[in-house]
Each structure stands twice: as structure tokens, then as C-alpha cells.
């Protein structure tokens, strides 16, 4: 996010989509911030956070499993395994 400028972070808080890695963070944490604020007025707590890095830890395997995984075993038989 530090590499995100104050400009570049106005398009995508105005629904531009994110083109580098820092701008995507940038929304994800935003968003989370958010969700934070709003689910939990009273201020951060343990279950805020839990809640927060749940979702993202599922986010993150389900991409993983529906887009690299496959990516992987196409690869795998293209180029052959690395296991024994």
C-alpha cells in the first residue's frame, strides 16, 4: 500500500479496478477496514479480526483451488511431474 498513490488510491476507492498488486491491497484493506467499522462500532475486538482473516484465508484457498490448482495439473501433464 505505501506505493499507492493518494491519486491512484481515489480511482479505486471510486470503483476503478485495481491494476497492480499495491492497488489491489489497497481495496482488500479498505474493504476490510470497512466491514470492521461497520460490523463493529464499538472498536476492534478479537472476533472483528477473526472474522476479517477467515474470510480472506477462505478467499484465498478457494482461488487457489479453483484457478491455480487446475493451472498446476494442466502444467504438470505438459511438462511432466517433479514427484516421484
Known amino acids: 500500500m505505501p506505493y499507492?498513490?493518494?491519486g491512484q488510491r481515489a480511482l479505486i476507492?471510486?470503483?476503478s479496478t485495481p491494476t497492480t498488486a499495491g492497488e489491489l491491497n489497497f481495496l482488500l484493506t479498505t474493504n476490510c477496514l470497512e466491514y470492521i467499522k461497520t460490523?463493529?462500532?464499538a472498536g476492534l475486538t478479537y472476533a472483528a479480526i477473526n472474522d476479517?482473516?477467515?474470510a480472506l484465508e477462505c478467499?484465498?484457498?478457494e482461488l487457489y483451488r479453483r484457478l491455480a490448482a487446475p493451472m498446476e495439473?494442466?502444467?504438470c501433464s505438459e511438462n511432466g511431474d517433479v514427484f516421484p
Open 73 to 75: 495439473d494442466r502444467k
Open 13 to 15: 476507492l471510486s470503483g
Open 4 to 6: 499507492t498513490t493518494k
Open 39 to 41: 460490523k463493529y462500532p
Open 59 to 61: 478467499c484465498k484457498q
Open 52 to 54: 476479517v482473516v477467515g
